[in-house]
């Protein structure tokens, strides 16, 4: 079992910056492949950026590409999600998980979430 602890969510204006991290316990996290998902109010959760347990695989969705950067600390046992040009429509739920392979179709484990808020 692996546990996961978001942190870094908030409010902030649309073209701020926001760095999410999420720390894992109970297995060392480079044993997963680690990554975000978001869930907006009212539509179903979606996948961000995910990366491979060492970086050599990276993945982002095509709505966060050249704003968001997924990177990991392995030694930190912590995950990473930095957030630039942000907007209103990336208002969402974040969630962190990770699995042993890879994060799709859905990962093994969960975080609890971390809200972001982009206002106009």
């Known amino acids: 079992q692996v546990q996961l602890v978001e942190s870094g969510g908030g409010l902030v204006q649309a073209g701020d910056s926001l760095r999410l991290s999420c720390a894992a316990s109970?297995?060392?996290?480079?044993?997963?492949?680690a990554g975000w998902f978001r869930q907006a109010p009212g539509k179903e959760r979606e996948f961000v950026a995910a990366?491979?347990?060492?970086?050599?695989?990276?993945d982002y969705a095509d709505s966060v590409k050249g704003r968001f950067t997924i990177s990991r600390d392995n030694a930190k046992n912590t995950v990473y999600l930095q957030m630039n040009t942000l907007k209103p429509e990336d208002t969402a739920v974040y969630y962190c998980?990770?699995?042993?392979?890879?994060?799709?179709?859905?990962?093994?484990?969960w975080g609890q979430g971390t809200q972001v808020t982009v206002s106009s």
């Open positions: 998980a990770v699995d042993p392979v890879w994060l799709r179709p859905t990962p093994d484990y």
């Open positions: 109970g297995r060392a996290l480079s044993n997963y492949a």
């Open positions: 990366m491979t347990w060492n970086g050599g695989t990276i």
